[in-house]
């Protein structure tokens, strides 16, 4: 066929639009024995160029753009699900910049894709509440980037396929910051927690699995204008406190020990 006409084929699919050297090739549109269609552009027998793909209720699939009969380029699908996907593509696939939206409309993930996942820069918006923008790769974050928690604690810091995971600061809705390095999700290495309120200000050591152990330093909210120094090592933690009671002599658990005075500003140090 050269020209415009149609075509029957055994398998029962029907093409009526231009044809070029026997090959489908300028405008027409191809409906599939199930009832689906393809309507736009074709090349050398392909959809190529710019077209509509619609379901067999007539509602539309894909619309956008096309090479060798893959959606590629930019274009917006609408899926089985309701969930739209508008942005850029690739050999049938989401990749580039695009975002997608959940069927009532709000917006699910917006950034950078590869291969249909996730990859590069972006933000997700979590359906209970939580909110990431920042590096990903393959789907799970990545790299650098922030998570915003539905009671509003926020980490921003470093991750590793879907975890925290390296150096970062994590602050909790309370006041209380924990700076310093993260593994697997946990609190996992050397690190700081300030405490919002209450008399321990710092906590400086090393922690694992989200629980310290080790040495640590423990720094007092100063109360009044004497303090104490002493080391005790208890419980596997060296503490170093300024103690915020005003006695030559101490008690705290059943030891007993002499310490030395030394004035002191009110400011905590």
Not at 110 to 138: C, H, I, M, Q, S
Not at 183 to 201: R, V
Not at 211 to 233: A, H, N, S, T, W
Not at 244 to 261: H, L
Request: hydrophobic content about 20%.
């Amino acid at each position: 066929p050269h020209g415009r006409g149609k075509k029957i084929y055994p398998e029962g699919d029907v093409y009526e639009g231009e044809w070029k050297n026997g090959l489908r090739h300028g405008q027409g549109t191809l409906k599939w024995k199930d009832g689906s269609a393809y309507e736009g552009e074709y090349k050398d027998g392909k959809a190529h160029g710019k077209g509509i793909t619609k379901y067999a209720d007539g509602r539309v699939k894909y619309d956008g753009e096309w090479k060798e009969d893959k959606a590629n380029g930019n274009g917006t699908c609408n899926f089985d699900d309701g969930c739209v996907y508008a942005g850029e593509w690739k050999d049938d696939k989401k990749h580039g910049q695009g975002n997608i939206k959940r069927p009532d409309g709000s917006v699910e993930y917006d950034g950078e894709w590869k291969d249909n996942l996730p990859d590069g820069n972006g933000t997700f918006n979590y359906k209970n509440g939580n909110v990431y923008t920042g590096e990903w790769r393959a789907n799970k974050q990545h790299g650098k980037g922030v998570m915003t928690y539905a009671n509003q604690d926020s980490y921003d810091g470093e991750w590793k396929e879907g975890f925290r995971d390296g150096t970062g600061t994590l602050k909790y809705h309370n006041g209380d910051v924990y700076v310093g390095e993260f593994g697997k999700g946990n609190m996992h290495g050397k690190g700081t927690y300030e405490y919002a309120t209450g008399d321990i200000l710092k906590s400086i050591g090393e922690w694992k699995e989200g629980k310290k152990v080790g040495l640590f330093d423990d720094i007092v909210r100063v109360r009044k204008q004497v303090y104490y120094d002493y080391d005790e090592v208890k419980s596997h933690a060296k503490v170093k406190r300024e103690a915020p009671w005003d006695e030559d002599t101490d008690t705290e658990e059943g030891t007993t020990r002499r310490s030395k005075r030394r004035n002191v500003s009110l400011s905590p140090p």
